[in-house]
């Protein structure tokens, strides 16, 4: 660790380590808090780093705690990327009074109105100033980055890696909001972070952006078919009619009898650190 | 499902259901709730049963959401059945003042003394009610009954294990509480449960237990090396020493750099649940 980051608890773990660190974000203001899992191949040299963004509600801990990834990482010798969901500590009125928005709520983007367009800026974080610190500070390979996450952070995963396709090596994504702009989720947070005018969502939109242009590899979509969100907010076929369009290869499963939940998660995270660590299942 | 249990919640999980229930209790006069893991298997007919005792402050959820024991269960073919830690909501005065007493640490035995002795009676609970309920309700096989646990819960398995062999095929425990009428958290409990006559906590300690009489089979525990309660609250070296005295077969497995943790536990789940499927590592 060098000065970056300020360590608040390391465990040792499948025989590699644990730790949860903050730091001062330059992107948005506060202080940010990271889960960083290291392999026990980072202990020999640098090992490729698989980013993981949460979903509405989570922090830097629930993937972590709750996926059961990380005797996989241990195994593939990935390290585990895990930051919080939003900016905590900006002080904005009525930040907390929404569960699936603000604290909590980031999306994945850089909000442009008031009052969040000073610290809720977390494409920026996500995208530049989190993967600069982590390869100063852990043992991780530059350039190698995976990516994905769950629901809002699968939406997270899918328009980061489309819009910024040569900084990502793999992406997939499990239950994600797929297509925002036609959902309330994405109507609801884009409408405040981003403003009225709708043609300004679009380059937040998984589906829309994908219809745009393929991401130079195969992505991986998982989706459970009892999943409660899936109709109102998740839309896997908007997703998959904008694959068609554009020739991005798109391999998405759906699964009989899961839900929204990590239950559902640890059941196919095994499948996802294989897919990032070997470019197949 | 049948009478007995009022299902919360299931989630489809590694191919099997995930529960959650509560129950009326005869032994402890109040609601008491459990996480049940069925496996594939069990749709095919009934299963083994593994039964988990949590530690202090843990409830039904922890050991299932934490420790990564699911997938394991769904490959061995083993029901997982975690009961919560103590009574709640018997409405005592103070019992929810401390964290290592009362409300989420009823230790796994029959309080004797006022005002616990009528609802905090986890050992009749545990031993008797609970698999009754579980062997008429769930497909799990009646009498091929696997225990473990962790620190409070270690605690609660090898005491139960050693005064009821019978009754469990197979024991093991994660950082148990191994000797506790000589360390801090035991007096706290055992006093205010039991009353201040320490012959009547022998019958709750495991060491003393293992150095009356041995349980018949190997014993599997693990311990790690940075658990910060090692030297003051836990103890193996006691269990070390009675095994030796009553020629209790035990393999006890210390590990470096590994704290109290459920970091910890997920780090070894996978040999405790082989243990308890096939009676080895």
Request: charged letters at 20%.
């Amino acid at each position: 660790m060098v000065d970056a980051f300020e360590t608040r608890e390391t465990h040792r773990c499948h025989g590699g380590t644990l730790g949860f660190h903050a730091h001062r974000s330059a992107a948005t203001g506060t202080e940010m808090r990271v889960g960083v899992y290291l392999p026990p191949q980072a202990e020999q040299g640098r090992v490729p780093a698989l980013y993981y963004l949460a979903g509405l509600t989570c922090t830097e801990e629930t993937f972590l705690i709750k996926a059961g990834a990380i005797r996989h990482a241990a195994a593939l010798g990935l390290a585990l990327i895990a930051p919080d969901t939003s900016p905590r500590g900006a002080g904005i009125p009525g930040e907390g009074d929404d569960w699936d928005f603000g604290l909590g709520a980031g999306f994945y983007l850089d909000a442009t109105e008031e009052p969040w367009a000073r610290h809720y800026r977390m494409y920026s974080y996500v995208t530049d100033e989190l993967p600069a610190l982590i390869e100063t500070s852990f043992p991780v390979v530059s350039g190698q980055r995976g990516l994905f996450g769950h629901s809002m952070g699968g939406h997270g995963a899918l328009t980061i890696a489309l819009k910024q396709p040569e900084r990502w090596r793999s992406v997939s994504a499990l239950a994600p909001i797929a297509n925002p702009v036609a959902v309330p989720w994405g109507e609801k947070a884009f409408s405040r972070y981003l403003g009225a005018d709708r043609e300004t969502w679009a380059s937040y939109d998984a589906s829309l952006l994908m219809r745009q242009r393929a991401y130079p590899g195969k992505i991986l979509v998982d989706q459970g078919l009892e999943d409660k969100f899936l109709e109102p907010q998740l839309h896997p076929e908007a997703l998959e009619a904008a694959a068609v369009a554009s020739g991005q290869q798109l391999l998405l499963r759906r699964h009989a009898g899961y839900d929204h939940s990590y239950w559902f998660i640890q059941s196919v995270i095994e499948d996802h650190l294989r897919w990032h660590a070997t470019g197949s299942l």
